[in-house]
């Protein structure tokens, strides 16, 4: 995607321990450049590697992921509620049910 900004990580190149220096450090990780997927990821503890597991790995998830690429003629109604949160202020935004 070209250049990127000074201060900007390469997602191929930088060690977690780089991107987090320390518990409580957050950042901004955009992971779709055309719909603009932002997700505010923080540092909450440091553990220990654990042998014969395999990583990275996901420890947490809150709610259901939306469909990265849904079908445009799909017209999804599941009554589960959605809410994203503004990555800057932290404020859990609802969206109501899909």
Do not use: C
Not at 5 to 32: C, E, M, W, Y
Not at 58 to 74: C, F, H, K, L, M
Request: net charge neutral.
């Amino acid at each position: 995607m070209g250049e990127a900004d000074p201060g900007v990580f390469s997602v191929k190149k930088t060690k977690i321990s780089q991107a987090f220096p320390a518990i409580g450090h957050t950042l901004l990780f955009l992971f779709d450049y055309g719909d603009d997927w932002r997700f505010r990821i923080s540092l909450k503890e440091i553990g220990t590697k654990q042998p014969k597991v395999r990583y990275p790995r996901v420890v947490t998830i809150r709610g259901s992921a939306p469909p990265q690429y849904p079908d445009p003629d799909e017209d999804i109604d599941d009554g589960e509620e959605r809410y994203g949160v503004n990555p800057v202020t932290g404020e859990v935004i609802k969206f109501g049910k899909r």
